[in-house]
């Protein structure tokens, strides 16, 4: 009985021990580098270590604390310490689409009025076509309009009769092929006095309620199994990005810029010709295309590793297969199963929300790596009004 213990007991300390070293490093993961004879010779065995690895991290990273499980059982939230607590200054403003300097847009709307304005900087987008669309898609009206000296652009446009959205395309000559930069998500209402307004979201009350809940910073900047902030790679890259920049804002949107343009989204993962694309931080960067949480949580562990609190944030998004559901409705806003994620990053006291899987023009189709012309900025410091307009939030990310 005592050699039954023994056995027990050592069994137990030996399996503690493997969980600890695959869980505080790489070892099992990257087995093959470790043990070149054992890739070398018997790679299949070296494969089936590496995924066993992955399952049992992201099992282990799953597990909720004792105080976590307490609060789900009682349907509370997890109290915050009152001094980890991220406060958050929201400024809102119902015209700006985006508070980036270097390229915003804003929509506002008096009377029968609509005055479009911003700011770009970008080359590509010297030129703009504005256009009132009906309920059909079908073109009523268009505009034509050009930045200035400074790469600032307005224009007031009287409403049509049964404009029902509007539509901005940007291009770098005044004829010739033009991309959109705001299309789909600004509609119209006409009320019976006549006078207009943006409409807005079904999803802006929800979403400002959990963009407004108090958050943790600490959990904000904690390394986790795909948010892994703590490798030299992760923290060696980062700080290599952000070299020469001395805000947070200035780094958070570099590193935004880093992340579209040399991460490509896996179109092919998406529609089942490939293997689902990585989401640990550390294998999106070596692989280099992944889908939206790949590109948020390698997002997250560049902010993280330089003490920049940054979540990921998983919701409903809509237009995200083949560019349908592009109108809230009552089927995807009773949708319970997220189908997208993004990120957003604690900068001078108040949570800067960022969608680089939207702004980035890289990905990989039927094996073809391509860039559909240059970063976007919309999505950098987004305004909660317009997200709301397409992005449903549903969850903060603590674990992962």
């Not at 070296?46 to 066993?52: A, G």
């Not at 209402?189 to 079904?202: F, L, R």
Request: with cysteine; charged share 20%; aromatic share 12%.
């Amino acid at each position: 009985m005592k050699h039954i213990k023994r056995f027990f007991a050592i069994t137990v300390l030996l399996l503690i021990a493997v969980l600890v070293i695959n869980a505080k490093t790489r070892f099992f993961q990257e087995i093959g580098t470790y043990i070149p004879y054992l890739d070398k010779h018997y790679p299949y065995v070296s494969e089936f270590i590496s995924d066993l690895s992955d399952d049992v991290n992201e099992q282990l990273s799953n597990i909720p604390t004792p105080s976590e499980l307490w609060a789900s059982l009682r349907h509370t939230e997890l109290p915050i310490d009152p001094d980890d607590i991220a406060t958050n200054v929201y400024y809102s403003s119902d015209s700006m689409l985006n508070f980036y300097n270097g390229q915003n847009i804003s929509v506002a709307v008096s009377g029968d009025e609509l005055d479009v304005y911003g700011v770009t900087h970008n080359i590509n987008e010297k030129y703009l076509v504005y256009r009132f669309l009906d309920s059909n898609g079908e073109t009523l009206e268009q505009h034509t309009d050009s930045v200035d000296a400074d790469g600032k652009y307005r224009k007031i446009l009287r409403i049509p009769s049964g404009a029902f959205q509007f539509a901005v395309f940007t291009g770098p000559e005044r004829f010739g092929e033009y991309s959109g930069t705001v299309y789909n998500y600004i509609y119209l209402n006409q009320a019976p006095d006549g006078s207009w307004s943006t409409v807005i979201s079904p999803v802006y009350e929800s979403n400002i309620a959990a963009y407004e809940k108090n958050k943790s910073i600490s959990t904000a900047l904690k390394s986790t199994y795909a948010i892994c902030s703590d490798t030299d790679t992760v923290k060696a890259l980062a700080e290599s990005i952000t070299a020469g920049y001395s805000t947070d804002y200035d780094k958070a949107l570099i590193l935004h810029d880093w992340v579209c343009d040399n991460i490509y989204y896996d179109s092919d993962s998406i529609n089942g010709s490939t293997n689902t694309a990585p989401y640990v931080a550390t294998e999106v960067l070596s692989s280099k295309r992944a889908v939206c949480l790949g590109y948020s949580n390698l997002y997250a562990s560049l902010c993280r590793s330089i003490g920049i609190p940054c979540n990921v944030v998983t919701g409903y998004a809509l237009g995200v297969i083949d560019g349908e559901d592009t109108q809230w409705n009552d089927t995807n806003l009773a949708a319970a199963d997220a189908n997208h994620a993004w990120n957003e990053v604690y900068i001078d006291s108040r949570w800067v929300i960022v969608d680089t899987t939207w702004d980035s023009r890289s990905k990989i189709e039927n094996g073809v790596i391509s860039k559909d012309g240059d970063t976007s900025h919309l999505y950098f410091d987004a305004n909660i009004r317009f997200f709301s307009t397409n992005h449903k939030i549903f969850e903060y990310i603590k674990r992962g």
